[in-house]
């Protein structure tokens, strides 16, 4: 990790179009704000995009804002440590520490991936999202997935729906990985009820099934499936608290606030006991790239964001066979080694 000094600073917020209405428990997207910084340094640059964490009002809107009020801070120097001591958990530090790897990678003269010392990255199976709706529109989404081997279904809360969202996916797809994302809209007496359907129907994993704060419930239940931290463990903080609560922690590194915290949070899970995964708010390649990164320690991988954009960043992430790959070109990789 270097201090790089003396950068210019430039921010822009966008609004990222999805194709279609996309729901989960208590949401709809139909649009995706993002904060897109650049860090320039002599013919050095670096990006990042972040969208925030909705749920926890961390906007785009506001990111900018905070950024635009540190920014003689940022532009007189800043390692990517002293960011984190610097600005909390969320999407404005994500933007600013992954646009800082790209920055020392292209001043470094190496790729990201060497700077944080991993082998070079391989192609990674991904899950591919299919939004909550009836049960047969659902099933047909899940075919329409005719490349995925894993896919992952957004679960409201409704449990009698919610099984029969499972029963028709699973029924015109046996043949692949299944994992169910609840996004807080469980409690213990629902939640006893749904768990023997997902053992029924093979579901590998279960994902925030509980509220937020609400941990607590998940003692009492048999984990015959895996469960997974996403809205409950934001940040490495938390994962020290509330990781007894579960079997997997989804990092995302608009939570955590950027690949820096991320990397750090999967070696504490490792050490925990605990599997890791990597997940994404709506965003385009420019963001799956950092994450791609931290995917490849991960046990599950879920970077699908731009399969739901009206138009992605060009060059963009790869998808073939069921799996997502970043080429050099997108992030974090020096010209001269691409």
Not at 100 to 111: N, R, S, T
Not at 247 to 267: F, H, P, Q, S, Y
Request: negative net charge.
């Amino acid at each position: 990790m270097i201090k790089i000094d003396r950068v210019e600073l430039a921010l822009r917020n966008e609004l990222l179009r999805l194709s279609a209405p996309f729901r989960i428990s208590g949401h709809v997207f139909e649009a995706s704000p993002v904060t897109i910084v650049t860090l320039r340094q002599g013919d050095h640059i670096g990006r990042g995009e972040a969208a925030g964490v909705y749920y926890q009002h961390d906007e785009p809107a506001d990111m900018l804002v905070k950024l635009e009020s540190l920014r003689d801070r940022i532009e007189s120097g800043i390692t990517r440590e002293e960011l984190r001591m610097l600005l909390p958990p969320g999407g404005a530090r994500n933007a600013v520490d992954c646009a800082l790897w790209e920055l020392e990678a292209k001043i470094a003269g190496v790729p990201a991936w060497h700077l944080a010392d991993m082998e070079r990255p391989r192609p990674l199976l991904t899950t591919f999202t299919v939004g909550a709706d009836d049960p047969d529109v659902m099933a047909q989404r899940a075919l329409a997935y005719t490349h995925a081997r894993a896919i992952k279904l957004k679960l409201t809360g409704e449990v009698d729906l919610d099984i029969e969202r499972v029963r028709a996916v699973r029924k015109v797809r046996p043949d692949v990985w299944i994992g169910v994302d609840a996004n807080q809209g469980y409690e213990a007496a629902t939640l006893s009820r749904l768990l023997p359907v997902l053992v029924a129907e093979s579901v590998s994993l279960l994902e925030q099934p509980v509220r937020r704060g609400r941990e607590a419930e998940l003692e009492g239940i048999d984990h015959v499936v895996p469960i997974a931290a996403d809205e409950s463990i934001l940040h490495l903080g938390e994962l020290e608290t509330l990781g007894r609560y579960f079997d997997v922690v989804n990092i995302k590194l608009d939570k955590c606030g950027g690949l820096t915290e991320g990397l750090l949070m999967a070696r504490r899970a490792r050490e925990m006991g605990l599997k890791v995964m990597v997940g994404n708010m709506v965003g385009t390649s420019l963001a799956m790239a950092p994450a791609f990164l931290l995917g490849q320690y991960c046990d599950v991988v879920d970077l699908d964001g731009p399969v739901f954009l009206v138009q992605d960043r060009v060059p963009g992430v790869v998808y073939a066979d069921g799996h997502v790959d970043c080429p050099a070109t997108v992030w974090g990789t020096p010209d001269s080694v691409v």
